[in-house]
Every structure is written in structure tokens, then in C-alpha cells.
């Protein structure tokens, strides 16, 4: 189990290669808002609905001055793969040694099942202009978080 992260922490800087094998930097983002999310696997049911919520409303999340990032363990080419089976419109990034999961407390005990198992923490982190957290939510559900979350954020259903 992983420290989970609080609002007014600072982010974790970190660099991983997008769905094009490209680097991109936390860093990079300076002086713009970031929702980094971060979901167990691309192109299962719950990733999928969850991924299409956020390129549904990425528009309005945009024009509120926000950056989507979406991180997983799964490999640079089944992130293209997403990208392209469900028409997505924002970064997604590559983490397959866990290292950005278990600096965010994202990677950890919940239950699957019935059963407690060891794996992703379904979990969205707000971050802003200066780096530093406002929101960490840990936990979510797939299906509603992008309604939720924008609700969190005060922007018009």
C-alpha cells in the first residue's frame, strides 16, 4: 500500500511516453489545470465508459481551462489502440513499472468481486497552475465520475 496524497500537497513531477511513445512532463503543464486520472486498463468495459465520459465533456472541461491525463500500466501501443477504438481526444500515458501509481497512492489493496485484491485504485487528482493538488479522489466509480467531478469543480451540468 501507497501514502494516499491530500488537497494542498504538492503533485508528483513525473515523465512518461504517451500513446505515440512520446515523452510528456508533469512539469510541462505549468500555469494550466490538469485532471490527472488514473484507471486500471485500457479497453475494458469500465476503463472504456470512464475514458469516454472525459472525451464527451473534454470541451467544456477545456474551456474551463483544464488538461485531461489519463495514466494506466498498459503499453504505449494498446494506448494508441484506445485512442483510436473509442475516438479519444486526450493524452493518455504509459506507467507499466507502477512508479506514478504508487507516488499518487493509486496502486493498492481494494475489492474486486467479493474478494480483496492488490491492483489499481480507480483515482482522480486536480491539480493546479502552480502544481499543487486541490482535489484527490480516490476510490471513484467509472460510470458518473466525470459528472461528479465537474459538479466538484463548479462547472454547469
Known sequence: MTDRLEAGASAPDFTLVDQDGSPVSLHDY???KVIL???PEALTEGCQKQACDFR???NSLKAAGYTVLGVSRDDPAKLTKAVETDHLNFTLLSDPD???HEAYGTWGEKSMYGKTVVGVL???FVIDEQGVIQ??????KATGHVAMLRKKLGLAA
Open 30 to 32: 505549468r500555469g494550466q
Open 37 to 39: 486520472y488514473f484507471y
Open 56 to 58: 464527451d465533456n473534454l
Open 98 to 100: 507502477r512508479t506514478v
Open 122 to 124: 480507480r483515482s482522480t
Open 135 to 140: 482535489q484527490a479522489l480516490y476510490n471513484v
